[in-house]
T-cell receptor, first 112, second 112 residues
Framework: GDSVTQMEGPVTLSEEAFLTINCTYTATGYPSLFWYVQYPGEGLQLLLK?????DKGSNKGFEATYRKETTSFHLEKGSVQVSDSAVYFC???????????FGTGTQLKVEL | NAGVTQTPKFQVLKTGQSMTLQCAQDMNHEYMSWYRQDPGMGLRLIHYSVGAGITDQGEVPNGYNVSRSTTEDFPLRLLSAAPSQTSVYFC???????????FGSGTRLTVV
């Protein structure tokens, strides 16, 4: 079945540091890939998406590239801020499927 | 534009009680889903719908019922609450198979 593996957290960074959160997946067919962010006490917000190989999703300084050859969708940001502190979820959705398959989430804490 | 609206935000139930978690979206999305989020378990799909009048089971459907009489509404019913159903419940909607889901802000349910 489909699965998503994310790096374990928590990840603690200083403000303005470079962020990478690794995500790899296993899926049948050609999934769409997503990153969601969850702030404390809130629901999940779609951060970015990519629907085919080599697509790059970007939003609010975050980027991720759909790498079919390595089945990866790593999240990056060049300079994190304290306000980026949240839990980040990688997810996939296969064509014809109604289910989002999520990774377990990576907590990011950014300190001054 | 309200997006996905869930009510109530918090609920405490006694074991054996029943209740309905409400979910409404105003984006005319065909696809809707219910997830539960538990520590260490990530998000798991309970039930989903691909349009009015059509519903199906997800990963963890036992103890829950759904119906979809209109495009806008997708209520989740707990038939006889159990402590194992203590969780945060999220409703989500999506316009198409390759799109991400828009999530509500969640209902935090405690069963005592």
């Amino acid at each position: 079945g489909d699965s998503v593996t994310q790096m374990e957290g928590p990840v603690t960074l200083s403000e303005e540091a470079f962020l990478t959160i690794n995500c790899t997946y296993t899926a049948t067919g050609y999934p769409s890939l997503f990153w969601y962010v969850q702030y404390p006490g809130e629901g999940l917000q779609l951060l970015l998406k990519a629907t085919k190989a080599d697509d790059k999703g970007s939003n609010k300084g975050f980027e991720a590239t759909y790498r079919k050859e390595t089945t990866s969708f790593h999240l990056e940001k060049g300079s994190v801020q304290v306000s980026d502190s949240a839990v980040y979820f990688c997810a996939l959705r296969t064509g014809g499927g109604n289910k989002l398959t999520f990774g377990t989430g990576t907590q990011l804490k950014v300190e001054l | 534009n309200a997006g996905v609206t869930q009510t109530p935000k918090f609920q405490v139930l006694k074991t054996g009680q029943s209740m309905t978690l409400q979910c409404a979206q105003d984006m005319n999305h065909e696809y809707m889903s219910w997830y539960r989020q538990d520590p260490g378990m990530g998000l798991r799909l309970i039930h989903y719908s691909v349009g009015a009048g059509i519903t199906d089971q997800g990963e963890v459907p036992n103890g829950y019922n759904v119906s979809r009489s209109t495009t806008e509404d997708f209520p989740l019913r707990l038939l006889s609450a159990a402590p194992s159903q203590t969780s945060v419940y999220f409703c989500a909607s999506s316009p198409g198979l390759k799109d991400g889901y828009t999530f509500g802000s969640g209902t935090r349910l405690t069963v005592v």
